[in-house]
């Protein structure tokens, strides 16, 4: 039962165009969300997180949108740019410390 | 000047085997957790320890077992290797236990033949 899905596998956006990601839950006790980037043969690494009180947090080029009625949240990347190429995962978290993540979304930015 | 650390990066062992991957945080973090990704993508929480207390412990088999000698290193010792352990393993931290930022290690890739 996947709590935390991105149906989207992959996603093609050229420089300097917005890219937007976008996760789902299910588990309405999730009160914590996190955006990983992860390059091949690395950990991922942390980008933006926004907790379930807000339904918005912007960190330079990236925004993290949530809608807890819809159970939905978005990362928008802007401008894009190729180093922003890789693998995006959504997690998400219910106060233990346990993240809940994505299957992943693979960005890829072209010139 | 690494922050969460690995070892090994690559193994590749038998069939029932022993074997173990260590991971070290120069964090100052007090919980540490273990994460298997399998070969569908999926990454999923195993263990977490909080100050070498057990806090996490999902539904992995009794041949996996954490073991935390200080709040900065969190092994994993797997006994009896099975072909379905093949996986890249995930090691991270975190300041505290209760949701906010983890912080990942580089990963250990698992081969069992």
């Known amino acids: 039962d996947q709590q935390v899905k991105q149906n989207s596998p992959s996603l093609s956006v050229q420089e300097g165009r917005i890219s937007i990601l976008n996760c789902d839950y299910t588990?309405?006790?999730?009160?914590?969300f996190l955006w990983y980037k992860k390059y091949p043969a690395e950990g991922p690494t942390f980008l933006i997180s926004?907790?379930?009180?807000?339904d918005k947090n912007e960190d330079g080029r990236f925004t993290v949108f949530l809608n807890k009625s819809a159970k939905h949240l978005s990362l928008h990347i802007v401008p894009s740019q190729p180093g922003d190429s890789a693998v995006y995962f959504c997690?998400?978290?219910?106060?233990?410390?346990?993240?809940?993540f994505g299957t992943g979304t693979r960005l890829q930015v072209f010139p | 000047d690494t922050a969460v650390s690995q070892t090994p990066k690559y193994l590749v062992t038998q069939m029932g085997n022993d074997k173990s991957i260590k991971c070290e945080q120069n964090?100052?973090?007090?919980?540490m957790y273990w994460y298997k990704q399998d070969s569908k993508k999926f990454l999923k929480i195993m263990f977490s320890?909080?100050?070498?207390?057990?806090?996490i412990n999902e539904t992995v088999p009794n041949r996996f077992s954490p073991k935390s000698p200080d709040k900065a290193h969190l092994n994993l010792h797997i006994n009896s290797l099975e072909l379905g352990d093949s996986a890249v393993y995930f090691c991270?931290?975190?300041?505290?236990?209760?949701?906010?930022?983890?912080?990942f290690g580089p990963g250990t890739r698992l081969t069992v033949l």
């Open positions: 991270a931290s975190s300041p505290y236990t209760g949701g906010g930022e983890q912080f």
């Open positions: 588990n309405s006790m999730f009160d914590y």
């Open positions: 926004i907790s379930s009180i807000k």
């Open positions: 997690a998400a978290s219910e106060g233990i410390g346990k993240l809940i």
């Open positions: 964090l100052g973090h007090d919980t």
């Open positions: 320890y909080n100050n070498k207390e057990l806090i």
